[in-house]
């Protein structure tokens, strides 16, 4: 395979006296000499705005559900149309933007977030809701693979620090948008989705600032693209890249289960109000954000095949006994299952990236889309099973979904091996 591998050398590289006042440029490895904080902080927030509108889709699902009398086959197709639309075009862009880098393309898929926000808040037909969740996906299509070469450029080095601090963000911006939901958009209805233009616009204002300094580092970026290589085997790539997609597979469908019928699953075994099931949605999704601040890191400090391992199998106690649990220990079972399952994206990303260097921009494409496709296609699903045998049933064929981590047994150990070549 045609890859570059990653170097790790601290001597920063020049920039070209036409290139703009700003940090130093990449060194090898794709990295500043020092992690860049401010730039992995605008990055954070603008995950943060986008997932936050982002999020807002599913969290109104009750109120769209009872104004167009939707059945949760048509939910589910509203959430695969956002995921297939925000997964099948991330490829395309980390292929075609690892050869012809597009800096100011962060703020130009924002703007496709910000027509989709737009259109949903106006929306009066079932197809208008269709399209606007793609106008939505579609920005995420641009959005998280480019910033996700950001984030590594800015890493200094932390790769998994950077990769976690970039997607916390998201995290928690996924976590406030439910509770926007019941607090704002819920009371008022569906017209008030529109006041979250003006995140959107934010967002818009820090990307172009970060497309700034992007472009700045750009001949580095190409300069390590051409002197460097892999001598991993294309087959060991072959196959540790198909094992990771199981594992995503494990995560991201089970998260479905969670992120767009757990509000449902409230409300129908325990008789909750819409708003008091989001605030228990909103419980969850933080403990998905912490975990995923904390898996970057000790997968840079262990070795991120055991963040891989652990997060993944680890789970599964939880996962077997959400199903059989009252409220209360629901709502603790799913605060344990947020830690643990969602520190593994962070180390299977970078991971891959290892697995893979010098593409890091088609990676955290197939990655991103694959977890968002993943993710839509298990909505779709879920939800068809759910009008079949009903959502508790649902909750209990899905509990053994983390079984697959036991997969993260065959990854080799390329850590280890990378740092015994420097």
């Not at 990303?349 to 010098?358: I, K, M």
């Amino acid at each position: 395979m045609d890859a570059a591998s990653p170097l790790t050398s601290d001597t920063p590289s020049p920039i070209p006296d036409s290139a703009p006042t700003s940090p130093p440029a990449p060194a090898a490895g794709e990295t500043v000499a020092r992690t860049a904080f401010p730039i992995l902080l605008m990055l954070s927030t603008c995950h943060l705005l986008n997932d936050m509108i982002q999020s807002l889709l599913p969290a109104i699902y009750p109120l769209l559900k009872e104004s167009f009398r939707l059945d949760f086959g048509q939910i589910g197709l509203i959430t695969l149309t956002f995921q297939i639309t925000a997964s099948l075009l991330q490829p395309f862009v980390g292929v075609y933007t690892d050869r012809r880098p597009l800096p100011y393309s962060l703020p130009i898929g924002m703007g496709f977030t910000l027509c989709g926000l737009l259109l949903l808040s106006q929306a009066t037909t079932f197809p208008m809701l269709l399209l606007a969740a793609a106008l939505v996906g579609s920005g995420s299509s641009v959005f998280h693979p480019e910033s996700s070469r950001v984030a590594r450029m800015a890493s200094g080095g932390q790769h998994g620090l950077a990769q976690s601090l970039f997607q916390v963000g998201g995290n928690v911006g996924s976590a406030i948008g439910p509770l926007l939901a019941a607090f704002v958009v819920m009371p008022r209805g569906q017209g008030s989705v529109g006041w979250f233009a003006l995140a959107a616009l934010a967002a818009i204002v820090l990307l172009t600032r970060i497309g700034g300094w992007y472009r700045a580092h750009i001949p580095a970026q190409r300069a390590v693209r051409r002197s460097t290589g892999t001598a991993l085997p294309r087959r060991t790539i072959v196959v540790t890249m198909a094992i990771l997609g199981a594992l995503i597979f494990s995560k991201y469908f089970y998260l479905a289960s969670l992120t767009s019928y757990y509000t449902f699953y409230l409300m129908h075994k325990f008789a909750l109000s819409p708003e008091s099931a989001q605030l228990h949605l909103f419980v969850f999704l933080g403990a998905v954000a912490l975990g995923t601040l904390v898996g970057g890191p000790v997968g840079d400090r262990i070795g991120r095949k055991y963040v891989i391992w652990g997060s993944i199998l680890g789970v599964l106690p939880f996962t077997l006994l959400l199903p059989h649990a009252n409220l209360f220990w629901t709502t603790v079972l799913t605060i344990v299952i947020g830690l643990v399952l969602a520190s593994a994206f962070s180390a299977i990303l970078v991971y891959a990236q290892e697995l893979v260097p010098g593409r890091t921009g088609v990676v955290a494409g197939l990655f991103f889309g694959f977890a968002f496709g993943m993710g839509g296609v298990g909505a779709a699903v879920l939800g068809q099973l759910a009008d079949h045998i009903g959502i508790e049933a649902v909750y209990g064929i899905c509990a053994f979904l983390p079984a697959i981590g036991l997969l993260a047994w065959f990854l080799p150990a390329i850590e280890p091996a990378r740092a015994a070549k420097r």
